[in-house]
């Protein structure tokens, strides 16, 4: 009997048996045991992740003679004839072969015929995106309205290429690419089941390189078990089967580069080129381990470190002991490299070149870059706020505005005896003030008695009361933006959060899923982190646009986002900017609830109703007044 591979001979064969996917087998679960199934499925998604499985399942679902809780039993007459491909009701058309308008007419003409041994005719086209435009066209009415009898199940891998016309008349689920724990445990339980003892560091390490495909996964698995021969697949001949540079290499590679050994790097170069490896895979084997490093920072627990299996514990600590602006600057500088090496004549003279580079970094300008700096002295601004060792200095008060002083008014000072004028011999002037006359007495009248002169208290004028919208007018000054609802920040991060975990950005999600929203106007969103590394991670120009994406699908406005670390001098004036905007609106509020004061002019008296003399109380103006407000408070004019 012919070998069969370890992907066909553990290929599903019923819904539970998906691995990864139970967000769309469910649902289609559901809906075929309530008899709501749709006349057209599209399945997409990347390489290995189920979609053709899946197609040929709900093929034997529908045609079951024998249902288990939904599920095909695989036992009867047309779930054995699916599985072996004899079924006269079910058709798989690959549209990279069978792609143009004439293949098309042909399914057309088929469809009109009732099916033969099942219920329904199912027609699973894989790699739909490869029809030719006149293929779509040719199959759109018949996808629109199809028989009672007809099911069509349409797979790809690039749903971009696809019309819309095909789109809209189809239900479709994205399949997702399996998770590195996922493959790993479905791989130790197939080599369980086929007697193949397989390491947990090698199953790791080939779940990582399958990169979200468990039929890849399952091909690597299969090619290494041939070459173990019986004894245990281990990791080392994984790296060797495969061509991978041992991760032991690579991290003592590292450490060279980092400690600035250029001969030991190249010497340790030279060896890993003696065994089989071409300088371009060792630059990428190297990038990918400056990546682990980096995701390393933002999330120590990740899947993709798995791989490392008992070295993991050196990858954190490296992580923390590198500073983000170093490794970014290793990062750039050996992606340079990679590039010129796989566009090269000689890959490994630029590979040389290229790690030669990467040791001068250490003594070069990238340690002393302006990001390095900033987070040193943020480390220590931070170090001296919580050890509480600043001196409090005493507020001192300033002294009021000359602005607002009334103006200085000389009066004189009259004594009882200064009635008439004194001779001028015995006037006495001070230089430095002016001189003070006192007019005589007017001669027809007597001379009155007059009292000193008290000096009276300089009133200072009032200040206008601001209305409402001048308060938000004069606080909209200060702050110099509009400032969106403070209540509403963690609604809005929250979306924002979510639109990176829709859109896969999770290297986003991972650096600003701490970060806390405490600043949002029209034009800018300001978040605080607790560890520096987030603060650069979230400033990252790369992440910019994206980021700006974020917030249009929150709150609908482009705001540039900027990320600040928490306890500094930034998120102090940022939180008092917020405090200015809610104290603003808090009296804006209670200023319009307040009634309108009523204040009676100086020159008028209140006066009771009984003080009215009877006359005047019959003046027909007043006693209208008093018909209409019986009760009033009313005035007289002094």
Not at 83 to 102: C, K, L
Request: charged share 25%.
């Amino acid at each position: 009997m012919a070998y069969l591979s370890l992907y066909r001979k553990w290929r599903p064969s019923t819904f539970k048996e998906i691995i990864g996917q139970k967000h769309i087998s469910i649902p289609i679960l559901r809906a075929f045991e309530q008899n709501r199934l749709a006349h057209a499925y599209l399945f997409s998604g990347p390489r290995g992740t189920g979609k053709t499985s899946m197609a040929r399942i709900l093929a034997k679902a529908v045609n079951c003679l024998d249902l288990k809780n939904g599920n095909p039993c695989n036992e009867c007459a047309n779930c054995k004839s699916i599985n072996t491909g004899a079924s006269m009701d079910v058709y798989e058309i690959d549209g990279a072969s069978a792609r143009g308008v004439d293949e098309i007419r042909v399914l057309r003409e088929s469809v009109r015929t009732l099916p033969v041994a099942g219920n329904k005719k199912v027609y699973i086209i894989d790699e739909v995106h490869m029809l030719t435009k006149e293929a779509f066209n040719a199959l759109l009415k018949t996808l629109e309205e199809p028989p009672a009898h007809v099911l069509f199940i349409l797979a790809t891998t690039e749903p971009a290429k696809i019309p819309l016309t095909i789109l809209s008349r189809c239900q479709r689920y994205e399949f997702h690419r399996i998770s590195v724990n996922d493959i790993k445990e479905h791989l130790l339980h197939i080599s369980q089941e086929s007697h193949l003892s397989l390491t947990p560091e090698a199953a790791a390490l080939i779940a990582v390189r399958a990169e979200g495909g468990l039929r890849d996964a399952l091909s690597l698995l299969d090619q290494c078990s041939g070459a173990s021969a019986g004894n245990e697949l281990s990791a080392e001949i994984v790296y060797d089967l495969l061509g991978l540079t041992d991760k032991e290499q690579i991290i003592d590679l590292f450490h060279m580069i980092v400690c600035g050994k250029s001969s030991a790097t190249l010497q340790l170069f030279y060896k890993i080129l003696q065994d089989g490896k071409e300088p371009s895979a060792i630059l990428s084997d190297l990038l990918e381990h400056f990546r682990s490093i980096m995701i390393c920072k933002v999330n120590p627990n990740a899947p993709e470190l798995s791989a490392y299996g008992n070295k993991i514990s050196v990858i954190q600590k490296d992580a923390q002991e590198l500073s983000d602006a170093y490794l970014d600057a290793l990062f750039d500088s050996l992606h340079h490299s990679f590039s010129e090496a796989n566009r090269s004549s000689s890959p490994r003279m630029s590979a040389e070149m290229g790690l030669l580079r990467l040791c001068r970094l250490r003594g070069s300008q990238a340690l002393d870059s302006l990001e390095e700096r900033i987070t040193a002295l943020e480390k220590n601004v931070s170090v001296l706020m919580k050890s509480s060792t600043l001196p409090q200095t005493e507020t001192i008060p300033a002294a009021p505005s000359p602005a607002i002083l009334p103006p200085t008014i000389s009066m004189p000072l009259v004594t009882p005896t200064a009635l008439t004028p004194a001779p001028a011999a015995s006037t006495t002037t001070c230089p430095d003030s002016p001189k003070e006359v006192v007019p005589p007495p007017p001669a027809d009248k007597t001379p009155v008695k007059m009292e000193p002169a008290t000096k009276s208290k300089p009133t200072l004028p009032c200040k206008p009361k601001k209305s409402p919208e001048e308060k938000k007018a004069e606080t909209s000054h200060e702050i110099g933006e509009t400032l969106l609802d403070p209540s509403t920040y963690n609604d809005i991060w929250a979306k924002v959060l979510a639109f990176f975990e829709i859109n896969h950005r999770i290297d986003i999600l991972y650096c600003l899923q701490k970060s806390s929203l405490i600043l949002l106007s029209k034009s800018r969103a300001i978040a605080v982190a607790p560890q520096p590394y987030l603060v650069l991670a979230g400033n990252n120009k790369g992440y910019q646009n994206t980021i700006k994406d974020a917030f249009i699908n929150a709150i609908g406005i482009p705001v540039e986002f900027h990320s600040i670390l928490k306890g500094t001098v930034d998120e102090a004036d940022a939180l008092r900017q917020v405090q200015m905007y809610t104290d603003s609106a808090a009296s804006v509020h209670e200023t319009e609830k307040e009634p309108m004061a009523e204040t009676a002019d100086s020159d008028y008296r209140l006066v009771e109703k009984s003080e009215i003399p009877d006359d005047e109380k019959d003046m027909p103006a007043l006693a209208k007044a008093f018909r209409i407000l019986s009760d009033c408070d009313i005035y007289e004019k002094k």
